[in-house]
Nanobody
């Protein structure tokens, strides 16, 4: 049974940093074809933040977070991370970890609907 558990959210001032973690279990960590982070702000749809696509070993970032956020993976710990720097109030959202092992994620890591497995989410609040 695949499970994803996020942690690391919280309240931070604008310009600060946070690191989110996602512990993944249920399958061999490297068997997932795509893994990443999405977020959902109040009243908005869930949106792509950063995704790693195994077939191309490429990480894709949303334009709004590129050069500020970094996705990384620790295969030994079965954990996915999202390092968030230079945070802005508009980054405030619930952040979700997602993974899938059936789809390739072409061309840029897949859409929300293409991920079968999700964590429960962790709140990130950035104050101005």
């Amino acid at each position: 049974q695949v499970q994803l558990v996020e942690s690391g959210g919280g309240l931070v001032q604008a310009g600060g940093s946070l690191r989110l973690s996602c512990a993944v279990s249920g399958r061999t960590f490297t068997s997932y074809t795509m893994m990443g982070w999405f977020r959902q702000a109040p009243g908005k749809e869930r949106e792509f933040v950063a995704v790693f696509r195994r077939s191309t070993t490429t990480t894709y970032y949303a334009a709004s977070v590129k050069d500020r956020f970094t996705l990384s993976r620790d295969n030994a710990k079965n954990t996915l991370y999202l390092q968030m720097n230079s945070l802005k109030p508009e980054d405030t959202a619930v952040y979700y970890c997602a993974a899938d092992y059936r789809r390739d994620g072409w061309p840029r890591g897949g859409t929300v609907d293409e991920y079968d497995y999700w964590g429960q989410g962790t709140q990130v609040t950035v104050s101005s």
